[in-house]
């Protein structure tokens, strides 16, 4: 009986479920797909457990069509997202490319916080941003509803900068 079983062709589920789980392996094994680009790149996998026919091709075909999976630039199958993350994921990369995005830790930084009236926070968070005089001080700022946080890796000049700056009479 199993004998019999295995010369039928495979239902189109069937198929869909082989096809993911060679994808995730490829994925667990080399961390991306490397070898699956189209229905007849699988045919090797298929045809050694069922006869091969035209009618097996098709079937497989069909199934890769279901799954709908998105493509990485090179045009192999992408097996753990979806053809939307994907896209999203695309035009992230593109805007970081355009942006000279990097991203960089805050472990070694020091916090510093700047006390402003809420109704000038905004402004002054976009003055001291455009200062050349704050240039390279800091690596970021937060607005927060009564101030603005810094984060430093040169905490003593930040806060000498800020001290000069500061009302003589507080």
Excluded: W
């Amino acid at each position: 009986m199993s004998q019999n079983r295995l010369k039928k062709n495979p239902s189109r589920e069937t198929c869909e479920s082989i096809i993911r789980r060679i994808l995730t392996s490829e994925i667990r094994e080399r961390g991306r797909n490397e070898h699956f680009r189209q229905a007849r790149d699988f045919m090797r996998y298929f045809e050694s457990l069922y006869p091969a026919s035209e009618s097996l091709t098709k079937q497989v075909q069909r199934a890769v069509k279901t799954l709908n999976l998105p493509r990485d630039e090179n045009g192999y199958f992408i097996i753990n997202k979806s053809p939307l993350q994907v896209e999203q994921e695309r035009e992230l990369k593109r805007i970081f490319e355009m942006s000279d995005a990097a991203s960089c830790g805050l472990i070694d930084c020091e916090m510093i916080f700047l006390e402003v009236q809420p109704s000038y926070v905004d402004y002054l968070l976009h003055l001291i941003s455009e200062s050349e005089s704050f240039a390279g001080l800091y690596v970021t700022m937060q607005c927060t509803c009564n101030g603005i946080i810094f984060y430093t890796r040169d905490k003593l000049s930040l806060l000498g900068l800020l001290k000069q700056l500061e009302p003589h009479d507080k």
